[in-house]
C-alpha cells in the first residue's frame, strides 16, 4: 500500500491531540522550560507546530490542474535542505517566527489549535485527494499529500523534542514508523545500507537540517 494516502491525514490528527492533551497538562513553568532546541522554550516550540487553520483551508486557493513538480515529502526535504536551500538560509527566521508567534499568542490558543482548529480545517479537506496538486511559493507545485506527510514528519519529531523537556509516554508508533520511513528515504540508499549493516563508513546522518 502506498504511504502517500489518507493515513497520513489520520496520523496528523493523532499526532495533533497528543500536543494537544500534553499541552493542557502542563503548568506557568513548564511553558517556559527551555527544549534542547536552543533557540527555543515549550511555548516557542508550541508555536512553531501548531498548525494554522488557514494554511489548510487556503490551500483550496491554489489547487492547479495537471502533475505536480514534487509528488512527496521526501522531495520536499530534499529540496528545503540542499545547499543553500531554505533549512540553511532561512533558519533563523523561523526561529524568530517562533519567538513572535510564542510572544503573540496564549498558550490555550496553542492548544486549541492542536486539539480542535487543526483538526477541523484538515477534515474539511478530506474531499480533496492526496495527489491533487497545489501551487507552492518555492517548488512551483507539490501535492497535498507530499505537503501532509512533511506536516506529519514535523509534528512527530518536534513532539519528541517535546518530550525530552517535559517527558511523557512516546509519539503514537504509526506516526514513529512513517517518521523513520521518511527519513531513511531522504539519505543514499547504498550509503544508508551499509551503515546500517555495519559495512561502510561514509556519512550518512543526519539527513535534514
Known sequence: MPRQNDLVRSLLAEVWASWAERGAALDAKDWDRP?????????????????VPEMF??????????????TDGAGIL??????????????EQVADAAKQAAEAVEP???IARFGVEGPAALAGLAD?????T???PLLGSVTIGALGEVALMEA????????????GPPPAE????????????????VAFIEAATGRGDRPVLPVLR
Open 57 to 70: 483551508t487556503g490551500l483550496r486557493g491554489v489547487v492547479q490542474d495537471g502533475p505536480a513538480e514534487v
Open 35 to 51: 527544549t534542547r532546541l536552543p533557540a527555543w522554550t515549550v511555548r516557542e516550540l508550541y508555536a512553531h507546530v501548531a498548525p
Open 78 to 91: 530534499r529540496a528545503y535542505n540542499r545547499p543553500g536551500g531554505i533549512a540553511h538560509t532561512a533558519a
Open 134 to 136: 497545489v501551487a507552492h
Open 128 to 132: 480533496l485527494p492526496p495527489a491533487t
Open 156 to 167: 512527530t519529531v518536534h513532539l519528541l523534542d517535546l518530550i525530552a523537556a517535559v517527558g
Open 174 to 189: 504509526g506516526a514513529l514508523r512513517f517518521t523513520r520511513a521518511l527519513l531513511a528515504e531522504l539519505a543514499d540508499p
Open 108 to 110: 490555550a490558543v496553542l
